[in-house]
């Protein structure tokens, strides 16, 4: 019709909008199903290659060390020493603390920065993750596990059941990894994990009132009343020597670092603070024998290797279930961070990270460690950052820490003896003090309110009621905000850019013009059952008020929705415009005209029928082509009736 | 600098990206609150009124009785009464039907086709809405109550608790109202009220068989297998002479519907049908004495009207869960039913319903009847549509159709002593037939795959779990596809559509034409946390593609983003763009530019720091505009090295 004939000034065949060729349904959701799993088309690789070779790539995919490996030099080696060593020194005394913390046995820290770390370095993608424990997983493990079983009473099972759930957190990940379902850890936005790292950071400092004021008994629950409380209600046990000698290391560790942020070079002093402190510590209790005077210590430390621990996974009901709820929170909370950090490193020395890897990665480097008595680990923030800093080339530096590492196991337990728990606590507090990121929280406030309530619900929530709380409430208001786009989309009235072919929203551009008698309507968002009717009810209220604002004038005769944003559409969509058609008929006699849509749409307009009630030649390529085609009509069909004239197009 | 000034071709300062002047934050939030909540503007037409004048309008919403009573004219009342009669016959055979499917007395049906028609009569805004009791309804109330309570060994507690339900049921229902909360409706999508309706309708069927075979004893449980097993676990109870009277009444409704739907001017015959098989079957029994042969009959109905029930609604624990629990669910349903049933009819009929003020009624009209013995009503489509059809005017037919009720339960109940159950069973099974709308389905799978799973899910989820399941299976899906699009979306390449100055989809328009030098590429959603990672992933195979693509010609130089379907962004987004930008910076030196960014688009950009970055001067109004420009800096510096032309810039 019209279209077709180039009854409308510009419109000849080519700029008609096609109806896309129909494709079998296997083959579409085919394609569908590709770009969800494997946006990556990590198999790319694989096409044009045959036999051996393609073995090699395979063992390459899921052992990257093979890459880097051959091509490994001194010089790269001297570097990952420096960094190594570097990284040990931290990764002592904050492996014991965070065991510590997790209320498990000091010596399970040193455990787990010996055999993940090995594992990471022949399967991780990343050059600059350090691997080890972390403080909110540890924290998380203790609060969860800590529900259901007593670390004091029964340690043993308690033990069992961290190991446990270590292994469902590995298996977890790995399987995540597998099945290319990394993007579930993308519903973790930026604002929620600034809101719950900040959160978990104070109550993780919280949770160290008990070791600075040296108390015997303590609350599990880890939200902010119950700690205040607790710590309040024995003032008397408070004792002001541990008080007194945790603020001086803490004041230490604080100035060290701000003195490393000054002067970058010096890296190093903040990353040896916690091993200096930790000696220090360690000196003086044993000089002056603090340890009777109120000042607890590790105590006596195991000297050796990783035992096994295969034999002490419980998988026997009621406790798998506990073992395996904290084992998928704290395993997709450790993922998160790892990957981020992972990534973010990766950024600064620009090469590429495949998220989906490096979940297999950590997932079996996690279950490996369960079977080994190391409980779960990640890429820790503070750790890879020193790792960074300390200018490690390769995952080799991960090897080095393990081997010190290794060698403190065998030789240098005995030396913790006497390290007061108090420096551990001073130790954690400087590490979480770090990751309150107040800044960013303002960032957010600047540039999007939404995602500081999102960071703000996730930091309230951890605090005052929960850390599985807080991210609970984080992810729903994130997904929540998603939902409110799609149920409230922006619909705008555009008008003519002056001496240009582009109609643009009138309420951004003020030098846009409408043009008399057609009311330009642009959808911002898909059209789906979730928004429909409001879209309906929306559009015959832009009308009403149409007609309301141009009395007088050329009354409104044409209605052009500018389906350019609209990337996809339902069939509730379809029956909306529809009835959209059927009411503006009706009421008022105003032609509906499409502008631009998508295949999507044009395939569902043309497949429900629509498409003819519509009419295809009122579809057109651009806003422009309609606008003409509309005054075209208006003006020579002023005179003769409009009817007459809609059965000459 | 360039765009300002016009370095590039056509791009005055009139054409250049507006940054939205900053708005106060209450100012935006008060505006975002005003298009959720109230996207109709309910408060329009109190603006220019004072005093009494409001008052009257203020009760003019709430009871729209008063707009259209004062024109009310003998000629509509006419017409009301010939609907009200015939829908009244409808109501009470259909009132005692699927009272005894909710377990509940038989009488209790006819209470509810009494006090809520006058109530919604007064206080609805549709006028072809016929209130009465819904078969789903009922249904999940008989399920979900037979849980807890026993109907046959504690029928006095049921009873209060279906009142209990009833009265939460009505209050959640004008809580959603006021609120402002009808979008919630919203997300029970066409799809999957299609497939739940079929599958509820297949469940009502199958409890039907109880009373077909005149079984005693019955599951209470709704899924398909169970059923089947309780019907052939008890083959020798089976009665013929129910079966063969059931068959022949289903049979005799079944013809009269099909004949009525030939004949659209006989209406009257389908609707007087169920009474008419009533009466029939009474007198056979009556005649036949064949209740003594194993046709159950209703038996005695208590004369007299409703009698109150307020004492009777119980708010203890541990009752009060489950009644607040069938309450929310039935009430939902209930509402989802009613407001679909009378926008359809309000299309057909050009008026508008407003769904906010319909809840209000409805739930009213709940609460009350919880009040006078009645249970959860709302506007069944069967009766509404006979209603519409018998040619009703106003929401007076339902005034009449109470009065007919009202004459029914001080007069007439003894003649129902007789009424076999078989034919009520015909009754509900007939009208339960009309429900399954497979055509609909087979539309679904035709149009929109993903919607079609949705209604299967709804479906088998209904038939083979229970009621509640196939809800959640079938919001759920919706959900997820929501969330799948925003976690995916569309990227493609853009290419220009010959003589003009549009540019378009290559995979849509073949004869889009790709600019050399120049990667434009549209992202199809906003840019979120859900999608951020993937589009930065994506977008880099997409360059590394062009350039595999394009070896020998013209290298890429120049990336397009056409920002136009991003709708809005987050803080996850705006770093997404940061590292997008430093990657082609680092490795490929490629420029990024991007073409009509929104307004939202635009103040996170300038707010967030990064419009620096970028560079004002190349962000430009349309895709034309950008290409122009990249291509004018390709031909003016090939010459010269890119880098002191980029200064020029």
Not at 269 to 298: D, K, M, R
């Amino acid at each position: 019709m019209g279209n077709a004939d180039g009854v409308f000034p510009g419109t000849e065949f080519a700029r008609r909008v096609p109806v896309p060729p129909p494709r079998p349904f296997l083959d579409t959701f085919r394609t569908n199903l590709k770009e969800t799993f494997f946006p990556d088309d990590p198999l790319r690789q694989f096409r044009n290659e045959h036999g051996p070779r393609r073995v090699i790539l395979g063992l390459k995919y899921f052992l990257p060390i093979l890459e880097w490996a051959p091509s490994y030099s001194f010089g790269l080696f001297k570097s990952d020493l420096i960094a190594g060593i570097t990284i040990a020194s931290l990764a002592i005394p904050q492996g014991i603390s965070y065991a510590k913390l997790a209320n498990l046995p000091p010596i399970l820290g040193l455990y787990s920065s010996f055999v993940p770390p090995l594992v990471y370095a022949m399967m991780g993608s990343s050059r600059d993750l350090a691997v080890g424990t972390v403080a909110v997983a540890s924290l998380l493990i203790g609060s969860m596990l800590g529900n259901e079983v007593s670390p004091t009473k029964d340690p043993a099972l308690y033990l069992h059941l961290a190991f446990t759930a270590t292994f469902f957190a590995g298996l977890f990940q790995a399987a995540l990894g597998l099945l290319r379902l990394g993007f579930i850890v993308d519903f973790l936005s930026h604002a929620t994990i600034v809101g719950f790292m900040g959160g978990a950071a104070t109550v993780v400092c919280l949770q160290q009132l008990k070791g600075m004021l040296g108390l015997q008994h303590f609350t599990t629950a880890t939200d902010l009343v119950s700690v205040v409380k607790s710590v309040f209600s024995q003032v008397h046990q408070w004792r002001w020597e541990s008080a007194v000698l945790g603020c001086c290391f803490l004041f230490f560790l604080l100035l060290t670092r701000f003195f490393s942020k000054r002067r970058p070079k010096f890296f190093w002093v903040s990353a040896a603070a916690p091993l200096t402190s930790v000696i220090l510590g360690s000196v003086l209790v044993y000089l002056t024998h603090a340890e009777n005077h109120g000042v607890q210590v590790i105590g006596y430390l195991k000297k050796g290797l990783n035992p096994p621990s295969a034999t002490s996974l419980t998988f026997m009901p009621p406790y798998i279930m506990v073992a395996l709820k904290t084992g998928i929170v704290t395993g997709v909370i450790a993922l998160a961070e790892g990957i981020a950090v992972g990534r973010s490193f990766a950024m600064f020395k620009n090469y590429h990270i495949d998220g989906n890897k490096e979940m297999i990665a950590i997932g079996t480097m996690n279950m490996v460690g369960s079977l080994t008595s190391c409980y779960l680990t990640t890429g820790p923030f503070s750790r890879s950052a020193v790792n960074y800093n300390a200018g490690c080339k390769t995952a080799m530096s991960n090897v080095v820490m393990a081997i010190a590492v290794m060698i403190t196991l065998l030789f240098l337990t005995p030396l913790f003896h006497y390290t007061p728990l108090v420096v551990l606590s001073a130790i954690i507090i400087a590490a979480m003090l770090g990751l309150i990121d107040y800044e960013a929280a303002i960032h957010l406030w600047h540039v999007d309110k939404v995602d500081f309530c999102v960071c703000l619900g996730a930091y309230l929530g951890v605090v005052f009621v929960s850390v599985e709380i807080g991210l609970v409430i984080a992810v729903f208001i994130s997904i929540l905000r998603v939902l409110l786009f799609v149920a409230r989309p922006r619909t705008t009235v555009l008008g003519n850019i002056p001496n240009s072919m582009a109609y643009r929203r009138v309420d951004q551009y003020p030098v846009a013009q409408s043009v008399p008698g057609v009311l330009i309507l642009r959808i911002d968002a898909p059209i789906y059952f979730a928004n429909a009717s409001y879209l309906r009810e929306r559009i015959s209220r832009w009308i009403e008020e149409e007609n309301e604002s141009s009395k007088g004038e050329t009354s409104l005769q044409y209605l052009i929705l500018d389906m350019g944003a609209v990337g996809s559409i339902d069939t509730s969509g379809i029956s909306m415009l529809e009835e959209v058609k059927k009411i503006i008929d009706r009421n008022c006699s105003i032609k509906l005209v499409l502008a631009n849509p998508g295949s999507e749409v044009m395939k569902k307009l043309s497949s429900s029928k629509i498409l003819e009630a519509i009419g295809h030649e009122w579809i057109f390529l651009t806003v422009a082509d309609a606008v003409a085609a509309c005054n075209f009509m208006l003006h020579t069909c002023k005179a003769s009736d409009t009817t007459s004239c809609e059965n000459v197009v």
